[in-house]
């Protein structure tokens, strides 16, 4: 049995992203503490960054936290113990994560991957296989964020939401794969099943009345979205969770694409897809092409159209400044 009195302190560095069970926080200490007995290492400290994405620092406290403290020499401990390259991060830049181990290495605190078949010694056949596996795990990352944003991309385009929370006046409805309705979603409730779609759907008759009233006054009325809000505050009635009106909420429900037919990604997730995707310019209006087009399905419900509601756009943007 190792003396306690030359074991050597060492720290833990654990982080699980959201896609692979086998690599939860409690797997990876088992194994970590493992290769710690069989070495000589006693584990002192433990950072963790759980349920977080290793492509990038910012946001990654455990990770940042332990940097810190190796950098300012305040660190209890001479080894770092992380369970492979992969939990160290997937950085698209992999000198990124050379540069992060580097920093732990130049203050006499060297990195061990435990669950690695190479030993993290410095020789040649360590240094390529650390750069393949750095490489690889950045790939990783790189094709499964291709996959999903394909995935969700194949789904909007036959009508599902994809996240998010309904605008006003609008509902969420958990249908099966069939296409079958199966029951309305409440706030904070999200469905169990990864084959289950999500529509959306008319809110209750006072709330679709409110939608009404607000493009009446704009369209019919001539009001600006400051006079629009005004006059909802004024009739005490509340936006979501009986909060007051404002131009903000009342320019939500006049331009987003979901009130009420335009089944795309909702909200800030769909602006930052529609943009990374190039149908949406910075101002926030959807370019028109066929891609646009035929990337959006609409679904759910109809609404009537009026010959004035072709002017929105134009009559927003003057209300806006008005």
Not at 11 to 36: D, G, V, W
Not at 107 to 133: Q, R
């Amino acid at each position: 049995m190792t003396d306690a009195k030359s074991l050597v302190p060492a720290a833990l560095y654990l982080r699980m992203s959201t896609e692979h069970q086998q690599y939860s926080l409690e797997n990876q200490s088992m194994a970590i503490r493992k290769y710690a007995d069989s070495r000589g290492f006693e584990v002192v400290q433990t950072y963790s960054d759980a349920a977080r994405s290793g492509l990038v620092l910012k946001r990654r406290a455990g990770l940042r936290q332990l940097l810190q403290d190796v950098v300012a020499g305040s660190a209890p401990y001479r080894v770092i113990l992380v369970y492979d390259v992969s939990r160290w991060g997937r950085f698209q830049d992999t000198d990124e994560s050379a540069h992060y181990e580097f920093l732990c290495k130049s203050a006499g605190i060297p990195v061990h991957y435990c669950a690695e078949t190479f030993a993290n010694d410095g020789s040649l056949p360590s240094l390529i296989m650390k750069a393949l596996k750095r490489t690889m795990a950045g790939e990783y990352s790189r094709e499964l964020g291709v996959k999903v944003l394909a995935g969700q991309k194949r789904l909007a385009g036959l009508g599902f939401k994809q996240g998010g929370m309904p605008g006003y006046g609008l509902r969420r409805l958990l249908i099966s794969n069939e296409g079958h309705p199966k029951q309305p979603l409440a706030y904070g409730e999200r469905k169990s099943l990864a084959t289950d779609r999500v529509i959306l759907i008319p809110g209750s008759a006072h709330e679709v009345q409110v939608v009404r009233d607000i493009y009446r006054m704009l369209i019919s009325d001539g009001m600006s979205i400051y006079a629009i809000a005004g006059e909802l505050n004024r009739r005490a009635i509340g936006y979501h969770g009986g909060s007051r009106w404002t131009h903000y909420t009342v320019a939500d429900v006049l331009t987003r694409r979901s009130t009420p037919d335009s089944m795309c990604m909702a909200g800030r997730q769909a602006d930052s897809t529609l943009r990374r995707l190039g149908f949406q310019d910075r101002s926030g209006f959807l370019r028109r092409g066929p891609l646009s087009q035929s990337w959006i399905k609409q679904r759910s419900f109809k609404r009537s159209k009026s010959s004035q509601t072709a002017r929105l756009t134009n009559r927003m943007r003057n209300c806006s400044t008005a």
